[in-house]
């Protein structure tokens, strides 16, 4: 039997994983304020380039590193789970790199 999984939370995601930021279903007005501020509105495209130890995304060619504790409360329906192999860690990748992945 096999499984289709088509969202997930951000911490879940691997790296080269696309997805889509869906609203978040956290009632802690804290927390939303905070995804918000970083930018993680729904609708908005990403690109899943690490975990080091967060979560590093690339949103409308900006990288922002996710805090671990929101991290958990944002949604991501997955567009493209494609990953490239050997993956790489974003440690080893140019600037030039992370802007393209």
Do not use: C, N, W
């Not at 990288?63 to 991501?76: D, F, K, Q």
């Not at 600037?95 to 992945?101: F, I, K, P, R």
């Amino acid at each position: 039997m096999f499984y289709t999984i088509s969202s997930a939370s951000l911490s879940l995601l691997r790296p080269g994983e696309r997805g889509e930021v869906l609203p978040s279903r956290t009632t802690d007005g804290v927390i939303h304020s905070q995804l918000i501020q970083l930018g993680v509105i729904p609708g908005k495209p990403l690109v899943v380039l690490g975990h080091h130890p967060e979560p590093i995304v690339r949103m409308e060619g900006k990288v922002l590193t996710i805090p671990a504790h929101l991290s958990h409360h944002v949604r991501v329906r997955i567009l493209d789970s494609r990953i490239r192999y050997p993956p790489q860690s974003t440690a080893s990748m140019t600037s030039d790199a992370l802007m393209t992945a």
